[in-house]
């Protein structure tokens, strides 16, 4: 089948080749007059276009999925396929590093999907380094079911017992658990917070040594932890690594959309499990 643009073209070298007029052109050619003086109209896509760059530079690590989720929750009301073409078009694609090899990561026993919020949290820790070498800590906690993190404690030396008030912190603003998964650290296995569980009548967790895939939620959040936020930053010093942390735990909690939950902020999803406005009123 014949294009209209090609059929254009035709009536065209038609007219000026042979010099019949436009009429006797288009019978010829079997193409309608309307078609053939039809100007496409292109359509002003600079305020989508503006948006999508404007959140591609201030969200270094937002694929187009989810800069196309924020166009959304701004009433940006687009096709998914328009916003793929103005990201091809302005190369906005991320750059990510190619793993030498991949192997194929199963879990043996089967992780336990949590219904409600605060029935299950997942705590690990991240490591990483000041501009001057020196290392810290981040103690990272997530409640699996609305994909809260009720905090983030960094340190450069974080043991059992700055865990327990970690834990005691998150649990005034999101409410208590009734299991914590975590892996079999020093501060995790200490006697301290067993003892702390146990009255607290929480569930220690712990997954098979060598085995991150047990505790498969931390990791997927640590992952992201560290692709948006630690990869991200150049720490001074550890008050600035403190800040910049908190202020990315409150963005994923209150602005990044995940996917899992509907596209909805951990935060909406959390308030609208739990029939509350904040966090506090869940303690």
Known sequence: MVGAEAKRNATISLQNDFGVSERRACQLLIFPR??????????????????????????????????HQMLLREGLVINHKKTERIYREEDLAIRRKSKKKNYKSETRISLHEPTECNEIWAMDFVSDQLSYGKPFRSLTIVDVFSKVSPIIEVD?????????????QAIQ????????????GPEFICLALDQWAYKKGIKLNFSRKG?????AYIESFNGKFRDECLNMHWFLNIGMARRLIEQWRIEYNEER????IGNLTP??????????????DAA
């Open 257 to 260: 959309p995940h996917s899992s």
């Open 156 to 168: 450069h030396s974080l043991t059992g017992l700055r865990v327990i008030r970690a834990l005691e």
């Open 34 to 67: 309307s078609t053939k003086r039809y100007e496409p109209m292109k359509k002003d896509d600079s305020s989508f276009r503006d948006r999508i760059i404007y959140w591609a530079d201030k969200k270094k690590r937002y694929g187009m999925p989810r800069i």
């Open 211 to 215: 085995t991150p895939t047990d505790n």
């Open 173 to 184: 603003i999101a409410g208590a658990p009734k299991t914590i998964c975590v892996d079999n």
């Open 267 to 280: 935060q909406e999803f959390f308030n609208r499990e739990m029939g509350i406005k904040t966090y506090a």
